[in-house]
């Protein structure tokens, strides 16, 4: 069975940080596109990050780049979010999902989706 598995989520005060892990089984990360996305309460899900296949191409929104880096160990079949200087705007349910080779931000366009993990950002 093809899954994607996240976590590293949790409570964190502003300012602190967070590594999300999205951890493949059933099939090898090392052809797909890794994105990931968030959704907070009440609104829409929207892309965050994204690495390509070859780990060549990064892509980050406005409101994380500087706080946030993604990375990949295909040795591990894993993709790392690395959360630092959170903000209670990042309150959010983070999803990792796959898709082959080149990154998107539209989810419509990823085949693969974990089930998500809970980030809180909250003094």
């Known amino acids: 069975q093809l899954q994607l598995v996240e976590s590293g989520g949790g409570l964190v005060q502003p300012g602190g940080s967070l590594r999300l892990s999205c951890a493949a089984s059933?099939?090898?990360?090392?052809?797909?596109?890794i994105g990931w996305f968030r959704q907070a309460p009440g609104k829409e899900r929207k892309g965050v990050s994204c690495?390509?296949?070859?780990?060549?191409?990064?892509n980050y929104v406005d409101s994380v780049k500087g706080r946030f880096t993604i990375s990949r160990d295909n040795a591990k079949n894993t993709v790392y979010l690395q959360m630092n200087s959170l903000k209670p705007e990042d309150t959010a349910v983070y999803y990792c999902?796959?898709?082959?080779?080149?990154?998107?931000?539209?989810?419509?366009?990823?085949?693969?989706w974990g089930q998500g993990t809970q980030v809180t950002v909250s003094s």
């Open positions: 690495i390509s296949s070859s780990g060549g191409t990064l």
């Open positions: 999902a796959a898709r082959i080779d080149f990154c998107s931000y539209f989810s419509a366009n990823y085949e693969y």
């Open positions: 059933g099939f090898t990360l090392d052809s797909y596109a």
